[in-house]
């Protein structure tokens, strides 16, 4: 037998290890689109005729309240995409619902200004929030009374209305300009406290820049991640549409902002990155970004050919990849039966999260990565 001292010193060191983890160190699933609820029948035709077939078909998919995605199906990471409309009213009356002679949407937050959420102006715009602040708020709800639970990465995409779908006579849209680019800062503000947050200037270091601090001191440790969520940019870093104006006028390194931007490696705001194929070469290259200290988003498929074709290949590189947030339209069992599949995307036993296959480390425990206070 161990002496008393002894074996409250091997208890105290295991449960320590996790206190130990850094944030980076596990892995979550989360759910692409997440607030995506699809057309119904009487608005299809005039979206197969709008986008193409194919197009269409790959949006015949549907997500449950945020809530439920949590409580019922494991995820903990979202995307939610983003329009601007400062006015209010900019999306309203979608051709979706003109043309087939369909009403217009009811809720009164498609006239008020704000964030607005959907998919594809006109054509593509149930969701189970129509504003960030109403995504937020469910989130923020699910998080008050679920104290305990791991880190929620938060992807959002910044959307403009398709050319194309101008030129039926679609909503014109607004540019994603400074303006309303700080707008969605302060609304995930009005939300959000900053001790809710994990952002940039927690991150930075005094005298480096946000990319340096990472590489160098690191993130966060898992344990002051819990009961916190986390903003990750989706647009493209190259053109840089978003993420310049986003950087511009002193927020080079993010000073002061609430997003974590979708960068570059040797850019100063280099700390998250997005590398949604991890087939191929790019397992390789996901799982070096890890190695190196990144935090990484990659996705475990393409609704909804990857289920057409039956094939886990993009799953099973994911999950081998190291990436922090893998995220997926099908995180449920029974998701894709409607197609004839049994495609599905879990960690063993329905985990929450669990420890980061290449750098989580020996000392990393599962069974106390998450333990909801409910």
Request: hydrophobic share 35%.
């Amino acid at each position: 037998m161990f002496p008393k001292e002894s074996l409250w010193s091997c208890v105290a060191l295991s449960l320590g290890r996790n206190d130990d983890l850094r944030m980076n160190q596990v892995q979550v699933i989360g759910t692409h689109n997440s607030y995506h609820i699809e057309t119904t029948y009487a608005e299809r035709k005039v979206l197969e005729s709008a986008v193409g077939l194919t197009t269409a078909q790959n949006l015949y998919y549907s997500h449950p309240s945020i809530s439920d995605q949590f409580t019922y199906q494991s995820v903990r990471g979202l995307e939610i995409d983003l329009w601007a409309d400062s006015t209010g009213g900019m999306y309203a009356t979608p051709l979706g619902r003109k043309l087939p002679n369909l009403p217009y949407p009811t809720e009164k937050e498609w006239l008020l200004p704000g964030t607005k959420v959907l998919h594809v102006a006109d054509f593509d715009i149930n969701a189970n929030c129509h504003t960030l602040i109403n995504c937020l708020e469910q989130i923020k709800a699910w998080s008050k009374a679920n104290k305990g639970h791991t880190l929620i990465p938060i992807m959002l995409e910044f959307k403009i209305p398709d050319a194309s779908l101008i030129a039926l006579g679609g909503a014109l849209g607004e540019a994603w300009d400074t303006t309303n680019l700080e707008t969605v800062d302060a609304e995930i503000r009005s939300v959000f406290k900053e001790s809710d947050m994990i952002t940039p200037d927690d991150v930075r270091k005094k005298g480096l820049t946000l990319e340096q601090s990472v590489l160098k001191h690191g993130w966060l440790s898992h344990q002051d991640a819990k009961n916190k969520v986390m903003f990750l940019m989706d647009n493209d870093p190259v053109a840089g549409l978003i993420r310049n104006p986003y950087r511009a006028n002193g927020h080079e390194n993010l000073e002061h902002r609430v997003i974590f931007t979708n960068s570059i490696p040797g850019e100063p705001d280099a700390a998250f990155l997005k590398r949604n194929d991890p087939r191929g070469d790019n397992l390789a290259i996901i799982r070096d970004l890890v190695r190196k200290g990144y935090f990484v988003r990659t996705r475990s498929d393409e609704p909804i050919q990857t289920v057409l074709l039956n094939s886990t290949a993009m799953r099973d590189a994911a999950m081998a990849s190291g990436a922090q947030l893998i995220s997926t339209d099908f995180p449920s069992v029974g998701m894709a039966s409607r197609y004839n599949s049994s495609f599905v995307v879990r960690f063993e036993g329905g985990a929450t999260v669990r420890c980061n296959t290449l750098i989580g480390g020996n000392g990393c425990k599962e069974q106390g990565l998450e333990k909801l206070k409910n």
